[in-house]
Each structure stands twice: as structure tokens, then as C-alpha cells.
């Protein structure tokens, strides 16, 4: 007879949905044997989906300015001992430039709540960057923004958005923002952006302070209620200047659970392998497409260095480099990058796209196997 885990687990292969007492029970009663089940269901989901190719996007950390105190972050607005940046519009588009140029087809403009970067500079940056690079998505990680901001970003031609909800327990949020901060206001944004038309990523981290499977089973429920087209899920990792920073860093293994379970609730959701996953786990990038992901988020801006959501980590150096690296570790584990934008698919486009990346698996294969 199957276990209780395992049962829900085949019950959400078939019904993509469980509800939140189902969440609750899977989470706690999952043992290291149901995890490896979820990650071989997950994989499989994967590779039927996407084939054996992963996704590229290209962060740009624009400005590491910020006027939030989010408790668990380093470049919080409280973390008076950082040097802070704000890039030009010439140096953001010299970056995107720069990847365009080897092969980058998203750029995810990435900064903290930076009330410098008004709509007025936004705009002319955002369209100048649609003008330069017509067939590249643009995605937006700005915060929390009005609705007319939003909108107005996305007349400009912004295409994505990624806003962590970051947990979807309002308690437990109160616990790890600043009391100016809203649950409530966060929600709205997100359902703000996807009814704009963004394709939305929402997400979480895995480990905070006094998240418990009660908070996780809610965030699961959430992302399965919200359907977004993206899903970043990473590793809790502690930063020296913030309130956090004597807390252990999140469970890898915890969050390579809950992306194969977000891999399973849907199928085509984008799915990053996160730089904390890869920062935590020195083989966070072959664990995580494993385990369901199929998107992986290089930076293509050199002063990470500032950007230091926690500790530990990387700065680029070298873009080059680093994706040399990463394409030699994705070849030697079976996959390739994609030279496609990598749109979430809806169910028609995904059948029809199914035979391209059939065919290209096909390619890939008679490549590797002539090498
Ligand atoms: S998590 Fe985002 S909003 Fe919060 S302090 Fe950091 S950059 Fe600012």
C-alpha cells in the first residue's frame, strides 16, 4: 500500500491540484525516498515539456539603492555600511549589449525600490532597449509600483515581471518586512501585473525565520490558485548586516522538494535554478534541473559585487566566461541553452512548439554523440 506522501503525490500528477490540507500533509509527512519520487516525476514533466534545453536570462542589477527594510536583505535600506550604485542608461544598454551578443534574448532588469528610477527615466530606457533588441523579452524586478507605473512600463514594452511574494501567510510576512510593508498591497501588485497582460513570476524563499510546512502549504496553494508564469523559489541565506544575519541559511534539499512540487502543479511554468540554490549547493544548477527547472539567470552586469542580497554571493568578472561555464556544466549533464526567448507557452502554443524542440532534441543529441 502507498504511503500518504506518495499518494498525494500521484494525485496532484493527475489533478494538478491539491487542496491546502493535502499541501500541509505531503510537506510533513514526505520522506528523502518520496522526494527522489517527486524529483523523478518532476524530471520526467520536464523533459516532456521542454526537452533537454534551458532557458537563458540575463540580469542586469541596475541600482542596489532601496527604501525598504525587508528584514532578510542585505542591501535593505537600513544597511547603512554598503556602497551604493545606480547604473547609467549607457552602461545598462552597453550590458544588454553585451549579452545580445552572446545569445541573451531576456534581460531582467533587477534593482531594489529605488524612488530615483521614476517613470520618466524608466520609460525612454525601457523603449530604447525594445527599439535596440526588437526580438528580446524584457522583464522587470523593480518592487512594488502603482498601477499606472505599471502600466506605463508596459506600454514601453516591458514583457515580464517578477515580484517574490515571498510568503503567502500574511502573519509570516509581518515577520519579515518592515511595519510600513503590506501582505495586502503586495498581493494587489501581483495580481495587477497579470492582469495587465505581464507574464508574472511570483516565489518565495525556502528556510526563513518561522516559516513551517503551515506557511509553505499556503504558498504552494497560493502559487497554485495565482497560476503565474514564473516561479522563483531559492534558498534562505543569511546576510552579516541585516537582523537575519545569526540564522542558518534554508535547506537545499527543501528547495529542490518544492520545485519539483511546483514543476508538477504545472507543467509549463519557467523555472529558474536559483543563484542562492547554486550559491548553497556547489551543484545547484545540475540538482535543480533535476529536480524540475529549466531557466538559469547569469548576471550580465559586473558590479554584483554591490548587490548583495546575502552573503556569500558570486561577482561576475568575466560574462564570457561565466557563460562558458555554464553552457560546459549543462553539456556535461545532458542539456543545452536555448537560443529562444522562452515565453511561458499556453496549452495550444505548447503542443504546437512540442515537434520544434522534438526536432531540436533530435539535433542536439547527433551533436553530442559526433563530439
Ligand atoms: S528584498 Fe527588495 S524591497 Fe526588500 S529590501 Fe531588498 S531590495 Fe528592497
Given at each position: 500500500?502507498?504511503n ?7 494525485l ?22 518520496d ?11 520536464t ?30 535600506k ?19 549589449a ?69 510568503t ?22 501581483l ?12 516565489g ?14 499556503e ?37 529542490l ?12 511554468v519557467?523555472l ?20 524540475g ?26 560574462l564570457?566566461?561565466?557563460l562558458?561555464?555554464?553552457k560546459e ?11 529562444q526567448?522562452?515565453?511561458y507557452m ?18 542536439f ?7
Amino acid at each position: 500500500m502507498q504511503n500518504i506522501a506518495r499518494r498525494l503525490l500521484n494525485l496532484l500528477t493527475k489533478n494538478r491540484r491539491l487542496t491546502w490540507r493535502q499541501w500541509r500533509n505531503l510537506l510533513a509527512s514526505a520522506t528523502d525516498e518520496d522526494r527522489r519520487y517527486a524529483k523523478d516525476l518532476a524530471g520526467d514533466i520536464t523533459r516532456s515539456v521542454f526537452g533537454r534545453l534551458v532557458f537563458y536570462r540575463g540580469i542586469i542589477e541596475f541600482t542596489n539603492h532601496c527604501g525598504n527594510n525587508c528584514l532578510y536583505c542585505g542591501i535593505r535600506k537600513g544597511n547603512t555600511g554598503l556602497a551604493r550604485y545606480r547604473l547609467s542608461e549607457r552602461q545598462i544598454l552597453d550590458a544588454c549589449a553585451d549579452g545580445y551578443a552572446l545569445g541573451v534574448r531576456t534581460f531582467v532588469l533587477q534593482g531594489g525600490e529605488d524612488q530615483w528610477f521614476t517613470d520618466a527615466r524608466l520609460e525612454p530606457l525601457i523603449k530604447e532597449l525594445r527599439q535596440h533588441f526588437p526580438d528580446a523579452a524584457i522583464t522587470l524586478s523593480l518592487g512594488e509600483r502603482s498601477r499606472e507605473s505599471y502600466q506605463r512600463l508596459f506600454a514601453a514594452g516591458a514583457n515580464r515581471y517578477l515580484l517574490r511574494h515571498e510568503t503567502a501567510d500574511p502573519r509570516h510576512y509581518r515577520m519579515l518586512h518592515a511595519p510600513k510593508q503590506s501582505f495586502w498591497r503586495r498581493m494587489n501588485c501581483l495580481h495587477m501585473l497579470r492582469e495587465m497582460g505581464y507574464q508574472t513570476g511570483c516565489g518565495m524563499m525556502v528556510g526563513t525565520p518561522w516559516q513551517n510546512v503551515d506557511s509553505l502549504a499556503e504558498d504552494l496553494a497560493f502559487i497554485q490558485d495565482f497560476r503565474p508564469q514564473m516561479v522563483g523559489i531559492g534558498p534562505f541565506l543569511p546576510h552579516h548586516a541585516t537582523p537575519f544575519h545569526n540564522r542558518p541559511a534554508g535547506s537545499a534539499e527543501l528547495t529542490l522538494f518544492l520545485l519539483s512540487l511546483c514543476r508538477i502543479m504545472n507543467p509549463r511554468v519557467l523555472l529558474p535554478a536559483t543563484t542562492a540554490l547554486r550559491t548553497l549547493l556547489p551543484n545547484g544548477l545540475t540538482r535543480g534541473l533535476a529536480a524540475g527547472c529549466n531557466v538559469i539567470m547569469p548576471h550580465l552586469t559586473a558590479p554584483t559585487a554591490g548587490y548583495e542580497l546575502y552573503d556569500g554571493k558570486p561577482a561576475v568578472h568575466d560574462l564570457h566566461r561565466e557563460l562558458q561555464a555554464i553552457k560546459e556544466e549543462l553539456v556535461a549533464a545532458g542539456y543545452a541553452l536555448s537560443s529562444q526567448r522562452g515565453d511561458y507557452m499556453q496549452e495550444v502554443q505548447h503542443k504546437r512548439h512540442r515537434k520544434l524542440h522534438d526536432g531540436m532534441q533530435t539535433v542536439f543529441i547527433k551533436t553530442r554523440a559526433q563530439a
